[in-house]
């Protein structure tokens, strides 16, 4: 599975970014936006349903970024707002996981090779 991830960069405090997600060629049921800083795990971000109706984030960047999808592009998308130092890190993108307890279990063979996100000023 190709995954092709970007959008990311360097951005001041407060700042935002958009990073795209794109699946050339496929078009996937679920996708989700993990992140890994320096020295930690990855950590589960955002996923979003076949038809988008259920979106989930992690208490960490909730009410500050949006998952969305147009599968005209096959693509998926993480607008981030309100950028803070510590959402510094490696963003990665997964398709076609699966739900278990509403939980998203990741698709261990569809990774993208991420995108770093830098917030500093």
């Known amino acids: 599975v190709q995954l092709v991830e970007s959008g990311g960069g360097l951005v001041r405090p407060g700042g935002s970014l958009r990073l795209s997600c794109r699946t050339p060629?496929?078009?996937?049921?679920?996708y989700a936006w993990f992140r890994q800083a320096p020295g930690l795990g990855r950590e589960f971000v955002a996923d979003i349903n076949n038809i988008g109706d259920r979106k989930k984030y992690a208490d960490s960047v909730k009410g500050r970024f949006t998952i969305s999808r147009d599968d005209s592009k096959n693509t998926v998308y993480l607008q981030m707002n309100s950028l803070k130092p510590e959402d510094t890190a490696v963003y990665h993108c997964?398709?076609?996981?699966?739900?278990?307890?509403?939980?998203?279990?990741?698709?261990?063979?569809?990774w993208g090779q991420g995108t770093q996100v830098t917030v500093s000023s």
């Open positions: 997964n398709a076609g996981g699966e739900y278990y307890s509403g939980l998203y279990r990741p698709n261990s063979g569809s």
């Open positions: 060629g496929s078009t996937f049921d679920n």
